[in-house]
């Protein structure tokens, strides 16, 4: 038998290990991400406020992207868009109004300075004046042996809480019990009639009150059922008011303990309540305005005559700020990393299927939701619809702000602990020659912090993608380059185009999330939690 030359046969097998290891990820293109984000962050849409015109342009050129990637309509009547019904409420500044009585004497706290009001969305001028009682991280946790109510009664009182959730419960549990709607419940159940929150020593490192203030211009949203009911809105707590540590020092000014010492044992997440003296009496001024914004919604069908039926979601957020408070002059939000990178990557990610003829075996979903800024509304009113229609989302991608501004030798894959996506994504992240790292700040409670909880609170397993730590350019800091970020360019008009962004790692994170949704979508077995998963405990999935 004739034997080949070393040299060709050298080449034939290269030739062949190339062969094997295209597939999908290879049409994967950093130029075209680059042109998405280019136009989604420019100044023509200014800044993608939720049901604003520049969200409605945004969501049109992701409507055309669809198109062109052949996916089907997943919206209303046939269309791409899902119109998600909104409540504005936009706190008046002269409507406003926080005073303390304390025997003789009355201290008259003042806006900014003192306190931010919540919106209202149940009237457009409320009063509230109760007696106050201070219940600790408002937490009622049995299993922890934490019990913030132990020994109070928050009946027909306002109460003040601290944010957050004690830094010595684990990370999952710290994640849901600094969850605003979980904490609201209890306060609800319990019978208080109105909350000041503060924020405790980790929260006001992250925000500063200075920039809370700053960004109060911000309207607050919240959607509506077809009986035009806000959801999440708890009536029940006729007012919630922000107050700072300067405001809340004098509302302990004559308790058992002072504002410094229950700060303090809050540190040590020591459970604690007790009657604050006096009466508070607040006051607001909502305006209110009924109007909507849209998801887009395109599906790619499932090839598998019984598989076809269940869906892998992948999702983004379209919107930001808008237009506000100038900066340095500016006054546009573009949201360049937050969260036209994302929108962007998943635009390719869709493309590069179909670019590839693939034809997987489950339904892959692709939603680019609004409102994620105003409390994740668009991905929860499309879970909420989609369970009603008794759709079976078996899985969630979620990609929001990677901070893709070096290359790396890491990915993350915030949730991969909770569920067996968690060895999809390691296996995704190897083929395309990187490690998979843990998240580095998980006091930071990442994962209920954007859309991918909306499916994990109806028991869907989810991941969220980021880029990781490790820097392929020793003088690059990436950890600087992050601190940074979060510090000047988050949530501000500087988030734009002359941020750093390294297209070839927004590529490649594109090329993972197309190896995770294949592998997903083609798998005989849906994704399923861990065993003993605390998420999976507190959401358990549905039947």
């Known amino acids: ?59 049109a050129y992701v409507v055309s992207q669809f198109q062109q990637a052949d996916l089907q309509p997943g919206g209303d009547d046939k269309s791409y868009l899902q119109r998600v019904p909104l409540l504005e409420a936009t706190p008046v500044l002269p409507g406003s109004s926080a005073e303390l009585v304390l025997e003789d004497d ?64 684990s990370n999952e549990r710290r994640a849901y019990y600094s969850w605003e ?7 609800v159940e319990k019978g208080a009639v109105g909350v000041i929150t503060v924020d405790s020593s980790a929260d006001i490192k992250r925000t500063p009150w200075e920039r809370r203030v700053a960004m109060s211009w911000i309207p607050q949203m919240r959607w509506i059922d077809a009986a ?54 607040l006051s607001a001024t909502t305006g209110l305005r009924k109007t909507e914004s849209a998801n887009v919604v395109g599906v790619l069908p499932g090839s598998d005559p019984q598989l076809k039926n269940e869906y ?49 075996r489950r339904s892959v979903i692709f939603a680019a939701v609004t409102a994620e800024e105003k409390g994740l509304l668009g991905s ?38 909770h569920s067996t996506l968690g060895s999809v994504a390691r296996q995704a992240v190897a083929a395309q020659g990187y490690r998979l790292s843990t998240d580095a700040a998980p006091e930071q409670v990442r994962f209920i912090r954007s859309d991918q909880f909306s499916f994990i609170r109806r028991g869907i397993p989810s991941l969220k993608l980021d880029t990781g730590y490790q820097p392929r350019n020793p003088s690059t800091d990436l950890d600087d380059l992050r601190r940074q970020f ?44 861990a065993n003993d998963d605390f998420f999976a405990e507190k959401f358990p999935p549905k039947q």
């Open 312 to 360: 892998v979601v992948v999702t983004a957020h379209l919107d930001h700020l808008g237009r506000g408070a100038a900066v340095n002059g500016d006054t546009v939000y573009n949201g360049a990393h937050d969260n036209a990178v994302g929108i962007g990557i998943m635009l390719e990610l869709a493309r590069a299927l179909h670019a590839s003829n693939a034809k997987p």
């Open 486 to 529: 979060l510090a000047t360019h988050y949530h501000q008009p500087s988030d734009d185009l002359t941020l750093p962004i390294d297209y070839p790692t927004a590529a490649d994170l594109a090329r993972i999330g197309v190896r995770i949704v294949l592998s997903v979508a083609n798998a005989s077995s849906a994704p399923r939690w």
């Open 228 to 281: 035009g009911v806000p959801q999440n809105a708890f009536p029940a707590l006729k007012l919630r008011f922000r107050f700072n540590h300067d405001a809340a020092t004098q509302l302990f000014e004559t308790a058992p303990t002072s504002f410094a010492a229950a700060l303090a044992a809050s540190d040590e997440g020591t459970p604690q309540g007790f009657e604050l003296p006096g009466m508070l009496t």
């Open 181 to 187: 709607e979980r904490k609201l419940t209890t306060l």
């Open 1 to 59: 038998m004739a034997r080949l030359p070393i040299s060709l046969a050298l080449l034939l097998s290269a030739a062949a290990a190339s062969a094997a290891d295209r597939g999908p990820w290879s049409e994967v293109h950093p130029a075209t991400i680059r042109s998405h984000v280019e136009f989604l962050a420019a100044d023509l849409l200014e800044g993608r406020a939720a049901a604003s015109r520049g969200h409605d342009i945004a969501a």
């Open 380 to 417: 929860d009113f499309f879970a909420h619809q989609a369970q009603a229609q008794d759709k079976k989302l078996v899985a969630n991608l979620n990609l929001d702000m990677p901070l893709t501004f070096a290359p790396v030798f890491d990915f993350v894959a915030l949730g991969a602990q």
């Open 106 to 169: 009355t201290y008259t706290f003042e806006y900014g300075t003192h306190y931010l009001p919540n919106a209202d969305f149940s009237s457009a001028s409320s009063t509230l004046s109760a007696p106050l009682v201070f219940a600790g991280f408002g937490i009622d946790a049995p299993e922890l042996s934490h019990n913030d109510f132990e020994n109070i009664d928050v009946k027909g009182k306002i109460a003040v809480v601290f944010s957050g959730a004690p830094a010595k419960f």
